[in-house]
Each structure stands twice: as structure tokens, then as C-alpha cells.
């Protein structure tokens, strides 16, 4: 049997993992009605987690990692490639594994309903895409440079430019949501979600690294951007043994 | 968690074209024989609906085996062009989700003995800047249930309960409280 054990952040027991943002995190307004205030209990590692969905090449079309090319012209905006690699925390790559993004036009509109921000709506722009890690674990996007939005959490409050990735890696214990943003922007140290992660080093980690190497001549500007996600075996470093 | 690992942010309001577009809340027809529909709502803490969260669901087929290599017990029929064990979909407009499967299979615990059936659930929503785990139990395996290790992990029998879902005849309802005295327990991986 496995004694229960209250979590970190919220019981005060663990040390917190400076490298993750809390759930609870005031200055993103959001937060405090949706922050869970009971102690988190501890999982034990089974097959339920150290397993995880697998997506065939039947799910990724084959142009869904170019959001310049889903309609038919090409989306206004500065064009970039995205790249890079998604590892475990042991350097191990992760193959074969999906990645989805989303992100606002260039002129930081959502196509979604709900996106209220008066900026206008690009006919050439969805803003989704997905593509599946090759066999060392990287992964290509071509897609236009998001714009900065305004959002209602504060008086003044905008979003730096990013775009949101969605991860599965190889097991249940390996998802990941996170954003991505891009280096110099004014605003990224305004934004409470990006704020929110603790550490000034693991925050730099969610910023993209412009990278001449992916820049094409002529063409489009390249930025890296590598991805580690938890293991199926990983043990987390700080967690007490029971 | 190791120091490296890329952080999570939350997953904002405007994910809906790019991770819900195709739907995904149905693992096996209305129609087959053993299907289970688990329905509930999402809330927040001042018991408001959540319209804009997204709940995905991981399990075992009805033998108790996971379409993953990792899981090698070959004496356990798989059947991944009929069931791929995974479902997501975002909530409505009075944070309402169900998925339609079949009750998975028992799967072994830390110590290799049976786990009590359950479904591993994801929670992602705008104000969550990490996705919540929970998993629901089944209400007609008392039995197993109470010899979970992870149920029996909860000294608290209420916060317990929020981790079996209701039997209400036609679905199994399991709601979610993200916060609040009838919090649903979450875990930490």
C-alpha cells in the first residue's frame, strides 16, 4: 500500500520545482478559481502513466507542419521556420511522437470565435498545425511570426508574441502544453504566464533561439527551439523516497 | 521533475481549431455492445461551469492492455485498429464533456498486483498553467476499489469518492471541481 503523501506546492512538504509554474499564481487572475487548493497525491509509477497514445502517420497530413500553405494564398506576416529537436530528460530522442501548434496572425488575431481583439482576420491564416518527430526526434514548422494581443487580465495587459505547443512524447507522464516565445520582446517581462515559471534559466528555455543555420536566403528567417519532456522512466530528482 | 525539462504553460482560451477540430470523445460506437459513456462538467471554485477546458482520457482496452509497446503482456489481446485507448475533447458551453468507451481491463499496480479499473484523465484549461491528472474509478467495482492502492493512498473517504464516478443508469457521471470544498483529488506524477 502507498502512504499518502501531500505534494509540494500546495502542502508545503516538497520543495518546489522552481523549473514549472505553481498552479496557483495571483497575478494571472485566471488562476485563483481554478487552482486546486487540496494537497496533490502522489502517483506511483505504473503502466497507466509509463504509457501513453501513439499517433500513426495516418493522423499528420503531409503539409500540415506549413501553415503558409493551407489556403490559397499565402498568409500576410513576416515568414519563419521553426525547428528543433524534443528529448527526454535523459538526452534520449523522442521519435515518432506529435506535435500540434497554434498561434494568433501577424497581426495577433485568433481565428477562434471567442478572439475579440479588433485586429484583422487573415483569409490565408489558420494558425494550426501539426507534424510528427523523426527518428532523432526533430521537427519542422513553417508558419508566419505570431503578432502580440491585448488580453483582460490586467489594465494594459497584452500577451508577448508566441505560439502555443501541444506535446505527447512516449507516455501518459510525458504530455506537455506549453509556449513559445521569441527573444527581445519587451513584453515577455510584463506577462504574468510566462512570469510564472520561478526560475529566470528554465523561463529562458520556453524563448526561441534565432538560428542562421535554419534561416534559407531569400526566403524566411530559421529559429531552434528544443523540447525536453519527462521520460517514461524518468525519476524525479527531488521526490522523497517512500 | 528534472531541472532541464521544458516548462508548462497553461493551454489559453483559443486551442479549440488546433486540438479539438476532429472529434476524439469516441473510442468505440454508441452502438457497441460493452460501450460506457462517462459524462460530468468541469467547475471552478466559485462552482461555475468552465466552458473553455479540455479533458483527454488514456486507458486500457477491455482486456486491461495499453496500445503501447511499453506495455509487452502478450498473453492480453490488443486491438489498436478498434481501440486506441485515447479521447479528448473540450468542454461546452455549461463545461459539460462525455466520452463514449469501454470499461478497461484491470492493469497491475507499483507492487505488480491488479489496480482497480480506472481511466486516466488530463485536465487543460485557460487559468491552469499545468494540466491536472485525476483518474475515474468504476462505482460497481467496490470490491477492487477498496483494495486500490492509489484510492486507498487517500486517508479523506469524501475526497476519495470524487474519484468513483456516479452510476446514473444510461452514463457514469464523474464531474470535476478544479477548487472548493468538493475539490476533486488530482495527482502528481
Known amino acids: 500500500m502507498v502512504s499518502q503523501q501531500p505534494t509540494n506546492e500546495i502542502a508545503g512538504l516538497r520543495p518546489i ?17 481554478r487552482a486546486p487548493k487540496k494537497p496533490l497525491i502522489i502517483l506511483p509509477k505504473t503502466l497507466s502513466d509509463t504509457t501513453g ?24 506576416g513576416e515568414r519563419i521556420i521553426v525547428t528543433g529537436r524534443v528529448t527526454d530528460g535523459d538526452g534520449r530522442p523522442v521519435r515518432n511522437s506529435l506535435i500540434e501548434i497554434w498561434q494568433a496572425n ?26 510528427l518527430t523523426d527518428g532523432e526526434g526533430r521537427y519542422r514548422f513553417v508558419t508566419i511570426k505570431p503578432g502580440a494581443y491585448p488580453w483582460k487580465n490586467h489594465d494594459n495587459a497584452w500577451r508577448p508574441a508566441h505560439i502555443h505547443l501541444s506535446l505527447f512524447g512516449e507516455a501518459f507522464r510525458s504530455r506537455l502544453i506549453t509556449q513559445m516565445y521569441f527573444p527581445g520582446d519587451p513584453l515577455l517581462e510584463h ?12 523561463r529562458r528555455r520556453m524563448i526561441y533561439t534565432f538560428d542562421l543555420e535554419t534561416t534559407r536566403p531569400e526566403w524566411a528567417l530559421g529559429y531552434r527551439f528544443d523540447i525536453v519532456l519527462e521520460g517514461r522512466e ?6 522523497p523516497h517512500s | 521533475m528534472s531541472p532541464e525539462l521544458t516548462p508548462s504553460q497553461t493551454v489559453g482560451p483559443f486551442f479549440h481549431d488546433a486540438l479539438v477540430d476532429e472529434d476524439r470523445s469516441k473510442l468505440v460506437a454508441t452502438s457497441h455492445p460493452s460501450a460506457v459513456r462517462i459524462e ?3 467547475y471552478d471554485g466559485a462552482g461555475e461551469p468552465v466552458p473553455d477546458a479540455m479533458v483527454e482520457i488514456w486507458q486500457a482496452n477491455a482486456y486491461g492492455r495499453f496500445d503501447d509497446p511499453t506495455d509487452d503482456r502478450e498473453n492480453l489481446p490488443l486491438d489498436p485498429e478498434t481501440f486506441s485507448g485515447f479521447g479528448r475533447t473540450g468542454t461546452d458551453a455549461d463545461g459539460r464533456f462525455s ?4 470499461k478497461p481491463g484491470p492493469v497491475p499496480g507499483p507492487d505488480g498486483n491488479p489496480q482497480a479499473h480506472h481511466v486516466m484523465v488530463s485536465i487543460f484549461a485557460r487559468g491552469l498553467l499545468k494540466r491536472l491528472v485525476t483518474r475515474v474509478y468504476f462505482p460497481d467495482e467496490e470490491e477492487a476499489n477498496a483494495a486500490d492502492p492509489v484510492l486507498s493512498s487517500i486517508g479523506d473517504p469524501a475526497f476519495r469518492k470524487t474519484l468513483v464516478a456516479h452510476d446514473e443508469g444510461d452514463a457514469l457521471r464523474f464531474d470535476i471541481h478544479l477548487q472548493g470544498e468538493n475539490q476533486t483529488a488530482f495527482f502528481e506524477l
Open chain 1, 17 to 33: 520545482d522552481e523549473g514549472q509554474p505553481p498552479y496557483l499564481y495571483s497575478d494571472y487572475v485566471a488562476t485563483r478559481l
Open chain 1, 53 to 76: 497514445p501513439a499517433f500513426g502517420r495516418g493522423t499528420v497530413g503531409e503539409l500540415d507542419y506549413d501553415l503558409t500553405r493551407q489556403h490559397e494564398g499565402e498568409p500576410l
Open chain 1, 106 to 131: 501577424a497581426a495577433g488575431r485568433y481565428i477562434h470565435k471567442n478572439d475579440q481583439h479588433p485586429a484583422p482576420l487573415d483569409p490565408n491564416f489558420s494558425g494550426a498545425g501539426r507534424c
Open chain 1, 191 to 202: 506577462d504574468p504566464i510566462f512570469q510564472s515559471v520561478p526560475d529566470e534559466k528554465a
Open chain 1, 234 to 239: 524518468a525519476t524525479p530528482f527531488e521526490r
Open chain 2, 40 to 42: 460530468g462538467a468541469v
Open chain 2, 99 to 102: 466520452f463514449v468507451t469501454v
